[in-house]
């Protein structure tokens, strides 16, 4: 089984057999299950009656939560997908009326209702990106191996996917609340998330 999402008294899981199961948290019942036809490779992200998941070969999944029926998906091929990427998949992210999504190469928003494509960005020789977090229209993520003190934290235009600013904090960026956390020479560093321009 892969990692769970819970929302609204549901679970939501994967199985070993390439399918998402939605089940009743409290009393064990299977609702509906929904076969994806490759591996699941992020935790279900449930948003606005919709639940959100990435698979292995390169697909965003939209499935609506009530029934199990598939209410769109997007495939990444070609240059637009890196297969060896696809372990480093982090899960979706649902603000606004708008799905996130990085793939550990770059970082996409679609529309939450139909799934097309509102942008794309990436930062280039990338060598693993994360989302963070989305807030205040903005979308931040990090790039670079987690502890060789090499990370570079974006920040993203929400709405349109440019680029607001980058800097070099640290290593092991993490976002909470409004504070992003970094490690720096052995030392913990807490800065605003929000207070830059």
Do not use: Q
């Amino acid at each position: 089984m892969g990692r769970p999402g819970l929302a609204a008294g549901v679970l939501y899981l994967a199985d070993d057999a390439d399918a998402l199961h939605a089940v009743d948290a409290e009393n064990g019942d299977g609702m509906w299950r929904f076969d994806a036809g490759n591996e699941i490779d992020t935790k279900p992200v449930f948003a606005e009656g919709r639940v959100y998941f990435g698979s292995i070969d390169g697909s965003l999944y939209a499935v609506d939560a009530d029934t199990g029926r598939e209410a769109w998906n997007h495939r990444f091929d070609g240059p637009e997908w890196d297969p060896a990427m696809a372990d480093n998949a982090g899960y979706p992210t649902v603000a606004d009326g708008v799905v996130y999504y990085e793939n550990g190469v770059y970082v996409c928003a679609f529309d939450a209702d139909t799934g097309r494509r509102l942008w794309t960005y990436e930062p280039g020789a990338s060598d693993g990106i994360m989302l963070l977090d989305v807030r205040d229209g903005r979308v931040l993520f990090r790039d670079g191996v987690e502890g060789d003190g090499d990370e570079t934290l974006y920040a993203l235009d929400a709405r349109t996917g440019e680029r607001l600013w980058d800097d070099t904090l640290g290593e092991r960026t993490t976002v909470a609340g409004d504070v992003m956390y970094y490690e720096d020479g052995g030392e913990l560093h807490a800065v605003s998330a929000t207070g830059r321009a």
